[in-house]
């Protein structure tokens, strides 16, 4: 495949995905498009049978899968996959992210998302609607999103987040603003190990953001041990880890932000050092300014346990320990 005819270059990570890895590569081959694409796969020293199977695709489809099988476990060594293995490969004018345990549903889905970004060259990315699937059959499956129609994503929105946003697995990208990583991609890649949420407000920084209220795609949540939709919300390390990241993450951001999105930016920061201020029981600082005005738009039960945890210390000390806080 020549560079100049490769229209998508979809990536996929892989880690102990053997239970996975096999329906995953399927969703991407059964895409029915007008043009070429490629799929750039790295297996990150998988200890299970994960690379033989990833190995049995790439001799079916020579021209289209092109794997990358590692010796050592880099995502381990604190090394990112995205920007050491797999942008220095990418030939497609497009890229789309989808992790080796996550699928996508729908065979027109890189179809649409090309046609529409071919449309409008303002636009820097296009994604969709997920199904969110738990694996350990906690929940039943659901949608991500609810929004009803097709629809621009703003800043205000993207600031809120990645998991409000829209899933990874939907994302189709300008190769082009997606390789040039940014000061704050290496911040939020180096203290939390994600890059969606840096992702997203670069590619909005650049562009606009079509958002298509069609589920073409699947997240897998719980899917192994090591998966970091596993236990988040109940594991305080990971949690506390995760919330200063992103903190840290925009601080690094508002020095690229034009005026129009600094206050949102600024306010952003403050919402998430409120959050680590009740992960770290520092609750008395959450009734200051200018954090008291983020605690008044909390429920009436948040701010009620705030003023008892507040005015009970040994309260205060029995919820931390009980919920593993401390």
């Known amino acids: 495949m020549q560079e100049s005819s490769c229209m998508v270059s979809i990536l996929c990570t892989a880690y102990n995905h053997s239970a996975y890895i096999a329906q995953t590569l399927e969703s991407f081959l059964m895409q029915e498009t007008s043009f070429p694409f490629e799929i750039l796969v790295s297996d990150d020293a998988s200890t299970d049978d994960t690379a033989d199977i990833i190995r049995r695709y790439e001799e079916q489809n020579p021209d289209v899968v092109r794997p990358v099988y590692l010796k050592e476990n880099l995502y381990s060594q604190g090394r990112n996959l995205y920007a050491e293995v797999l942008f220095p490969r990418v030939r497609g004018k497009y890229i789309c992210i989808c992790e080796g ?3 996508w549903i729908d065979p027109t889905k890189l179809q649409r998302q090309v046609d529409f970004l071919e449309a409008h060259p303002d636009y820097s990315a296009c994604v969709h609607n997920t199904v969110l699937h738990y694996c350990d059959g906690s929940q039943p499956d659901r949608l991500l999103l609810h929004d009803g129609r097709d629809t621009d994503l703003g800043m205000e929105r993207v600031l809120s987040g990645a998991s409000r946003t829209y899933h990874t697995s939907s994302l189709m990208g300008r190769a082009y603003i997606l390789t040039d990583m940014q000061d704050f991609y290496h911040v939020a890649f180096r203290c939390g190990g994600f890059t969606d949420y840096p992702n997203n407000i670069w590619l909005l920084l650049n562009g606009k953001i079509r958002y298509l209220d069609r589920p073409m795609s699947v997240y897998r949540i719980n899917s192994n041990p090591s998966a970091w939709s596993s236990g988040v919300d109940s594991q305080y390390k990971k949690l506390r880890r995760f919330v200063y990241s992103q903190r ?33 029981g520092r609750d008395r600082e959450q009734r200051r300014p200018p954090y008291d005005a983020i605690l008044k738009q909390q429920p009436l039960s948040y701010r009620a346990k705030n003023l008892v945890k507040c005015c009970f210390p040994a309260i205060q000390r029995w919820h931390r320990k009980r919920r593993g806080f401390d």
């Open 101 to 103: 345990d996550d699928y």
């Open 248 to 280: 840290e993450m925009l601080k690094a951001v508002l020095p690229h932000m034009p005026p129009e999105y600094r206050e949102m930016t600024e306010q952003a920061i403050l919402e998430r050092e409120f959050e680590l201020m009740y992960l770290e």
